[in-house]
């Protein structure tokens, strides 16, 4: 399992491309040198998932104005993610690309995979320039996920890749204050 601080290996699926309209194949390693988020989610045709997803297309210019690549990724397959992009309205705004992970092979790298029902629980990891992994986080499947704050954190993690020595307090956004690291502030805070 890929962990916070490790980098991700290179993994090859097929994927949908909505802004191509085409099913082909996703390499990894085809990111580096762009900021990635990865979010899992158990399955097309479902209840929470189409309103994250769809969050996550009303943000997809934020996500690439930081340099950022969405990438969606369920156990279903590239045919069942395009039909889903068919249907439904919510799912015609996603133009980042849909993974496909049927055997489960890239839900298990990121230990995200539930063997007893073969879907991946709500995931969602953020992978540097570099491919390493600088957040990840995972709940229940019946808790939806914010846009906003997976959008936060993308950019409190660039801030801290690009200002060595900083850290960026609770709710940080671009803007605020961020603390640089110093004993002087121990217990000062």
Known sequence: MVK???????????????????????????????WVVLAFYPADFTFVCPTELEELADYYEEFKK?????????????????????????IKKIKYPMLADPAGKVSRLFGTYIEDEGVSWRATFIID??????????????????AKEILRRLRASKYVREHPGMVCPASWEPGKE???????LVGKI
């Open 4 to 34: 916070v601080g490790e980098t991700v290996p290179d993994f090859e699926a097929d994927a949908y491309f909505p802004e191509k309209d085409d099913i082909g194949k996703l390499k990894f390693s085809d990111y580096r040198g762009k």
């Open 66 to 90: 930081e340099g950022a690549e969405i990438i969606s990724v369920s156990t279903d397959t590239a045919y069942v993610h395009k039909a889903w992009h068919d249907a439904s309205p919510g």
């Open 129 to 146: 320039p570099d491919g390493k992994v600088v957040h990840m986080e995972m709940h229940d499947l019946s808790i939806g996920r914010s």
């Open 178 to 184: 961020a603390l640089e690291v110093s004993l002087d």
